[in-house]
């Protein structure tokens, strides 16, 4: 091989930024993988006995077929998505994961940013970086799972757990709580999935944990300019 070619691979290498590195994407599709599975079996679950009896769930997008099989999903994939979601979090502090991709967070960048995104003027060429939104968003959305969880173990073993049902107002409370820590997760999925459908420059660095640089030229002209 000609060193000209050796150059030029190594330049299509370096043409690559890292996005995500592989403990985030892991995290992120074994974490999908439960939540959907969590959210689906818990809405049958929720039919069986109603937090509010004016709002059900078509048994058609439920997991589970009756409430014992929703039950047995659900608490597999419980244990799924608390082992993945405590080793996110240690990762995140640990390598400074947070720190750098999801701080800081300025109330007034909050509120240019979302203004742009409603006017459709939010720009998305870096990929390699969060707006103030996405940041937001992000921190919004691993409280949420957090609280979700905690008011979860506070329903599912509330004598073991009666300090946590306590802060969560007795079991009662504790259902109201994770019913809406569920729609909260909903909300930010349906978001999300209309980002993603809107810049679609952000799904593959997901897969492959890279993406182009803003700017850069495609390879063969690049070759050209040579």
């Known amino acids: 091989m000609s060193a000209s070619t050796l150059n030029a691979a190594s330049g299509v290498r370096s043409a690559r930024l890292r996005v995500h590195p592989l403990a985030v994407r892991l995290w992120h599709w074994i974490n999908a993988f439960a939540i959907v599975i969590m959210i689906t079996s818990g809405w049958r679950i929720y039919d ?13 997008i439920t997991l589970g077929g009756w409430l014992a099989g929703a039950l047995q999903w ?14 996110y979090i240690l990762y ?9 991709k999801m701080t800081p967070i300025a109330p007034r960048d909050v509120v240019h940013d ?25 921190v919004g959305v691993l409280a949420a799972i957090l609280i979700t969880i905690l008011a ?23 259902r109201v709580v994770h019913f809406f820590g569920m729609a909260a997760i909903v909300l930010f999925l349906i978001i999300h999935l209309a980002l993603v459908t ?21 390879q063969h002209q690049r070759s050209n300019a040579r």
């Open 48 to 60: 069986a006995s109603p937090v509010f009896p004016g709002i059900r769930f078509p048994p058609q």
């Open 74 to 87: 659900h608490f597999a994939a419980m244990w799924l998505l608390m082992i993945n979601f405590a080793v």
């Open 92 to 100: 995140g502090v640990m390598s400074g994961h947070f720190a750098r």
């Open 114 to 138: 979302l203004g742009a995104a409603l006017s459709f003027k939010l720009a998305h060429n870096d990929v390699t970086t969060y707006n103030a939104v996405q940041k937001l968003a992000y």
């Open 152 to 174: 979860g173990l506070a329903i599912w073993k509330p004598v073991q757990f009666q300090e946590l049902a306590w802060l969560f107002g007795g079991y009662d409370g504790a």
């Open 198 to 218: 809107l810049v679609p420059s952000t799904f593959l660095p997901m897969i492959t944990g890279d993406a182009k640089p803003a700017g850069a030229a495609p």
